[in-house]
Each structure stands twice: as C-alpha cells, then as structure tokens.
C-alpha cells in the first residue's frame, strides 16, 4: 500500500493493556471506522510466532479500510506477514538496514529525538519520522517530552512527513497546532477510550488541521 503523508493524520499504534477483554481485532476495527488513516502492531512481549499470526489478521483487516499496517520493530515479522512496512526506534535495526531486507516499495518508520537523528533518518532511506515524546506519557516511561521549537526545527530541516507521538489525547492535541506536524501517532488516547470511535472523530478533526 503506498504511502503518503496523509497516512500519518491519525496513526494508531496498538496497546493490549487496554483490551478489557475484547481482542485487538475488535477495538483495532473499531478506530478503523472512526478514519484512522494507519495503524502500528505494538507488542513488545509476544512470540516471533504469535506476532506473525496476529500482524496476518490485522493486515487483511487494514486493507479492508484501505489503510496501511505496520509492525514495530520487526523487521522479519514485517516481511513475513507482507505488512506494508515497519518502524524502527532509535535501538533497534538501522533504517538503512531496513530498507535493503525491506527493498524500496514497503514503508519505513523512524523514531527521531532532535534534529542529528531527523537528518540521519532521512539520509538512510526513512519515508517518516515519529518525535516525541509530544506529552508525558505512561506508555513510554523514560521518554522526556521534547519542547516545542524542538518540533518546530524538525519539520524544518527535514523533507520527509513528521508525526508527533507520546502522551496525545483529545484534550491537548490542539497545543501541536502550527508546528508543521504532518499528525500524530496516538496509543491510550484510542485504545483507553471509553468510546474508542468518538475519541478517534475528535483527534482527527483536529490533526486535520495542524
């Protein structure tokens, strides 16, 4: 599936912490109705195995909604599950390292702190950059949140696509207005909602507009 900067509006990156008993499947489904235009396969404790099987079922379900899957991190998985693409932290395999398993048709991610790692991102073949952390946030709890000229210098040096990620809900989506963001990736402000669905609408209609 192609990629465009349009993919990253409302990018849901999945948490099994807040399942409540219903499968991924169903609350993945759930923000796909509501327009979230791509969606990232978290899981961070799951088999090789177990990760391949459910990376399958969340493709087919994506490409019912025409909207990319992409893995974290695992590169094999991605290849594998034929998933439109992966996203690789600053930890882990190296975009360049990506790109020549991946080759140049599948989507490649890029976590990036500052401007250094924006630039070297970009240099070795990444199609977008997740920054952040955009909040505070419990998902990542080392990450520090960057300030806001931090964004501002990013999407400014850089000619590729730029998200923010971390801590972003629909109460402080509106302070990333203006800083050249392309969206922004969203865990428990989609999958801790109470109402997965209106909780999407309402990030959307501004991340729209950033």
């Not at 990013?154 to 989506?173: K, L, Q």
Request: with cysteine; glycine share 8%; net charge negative.
């Amino acid at each position: 599936m192609k990629f465009h900067a349009n993919c990253l509006q409302l990018y849901a990156v999945t948490d099994r912490a807040w399942l409540k008993g219903r499968s991924l499947n169903e609350v993945v489904e759930e923000a796909l109705r509501a327009g979230v235009t791509m969606v990232q396969l978290r899981e961070k404790e799951m088999s090789s195995s177990d990760l391949l099987k459910e990376a399958l079922e969340l493709r087919e379900l994506c490409h019912r909604y025409k909207v990319p899957l992409l893995i974290d991190d695992d590169v094999e998985v991605c290849r594998k599950a034929d998933a439109d693409g992966v996203h690789v932290g600053q930890s882990d395999m190296a975009v360049k390292k990506a790109r020549e398993i991946l080759g140049p048709d599948k989507i490649i991610g890029a976590t990036a702190h500052n401007v250094k790692e924006a630039l070297a991102a970009e240099a070795d073949g990444a199609d977008y950059l997740g920054c952040g952390a955009a909040f505070a946030t419990t998902t990542k709890k080392d990450a520090k949140p960057i300030d806001r000229s931090s964004y501002r210098d990013i999407t400014s040096a850089v000619h590729i696509p730029v998200c923010a990620i971390g801590g972003i809900t629909e109460d402080n989506i509106r302070e990333l207005c203006g800083l050249g963001l392309s969206g922004v990736a969203v865990v428990s402000g989609i999958f801790a909602s109470g109402d997965i669905e209106k909780s999407c609408r309402n990030l959307l209609a501004v991340s729209r507009d950033l």
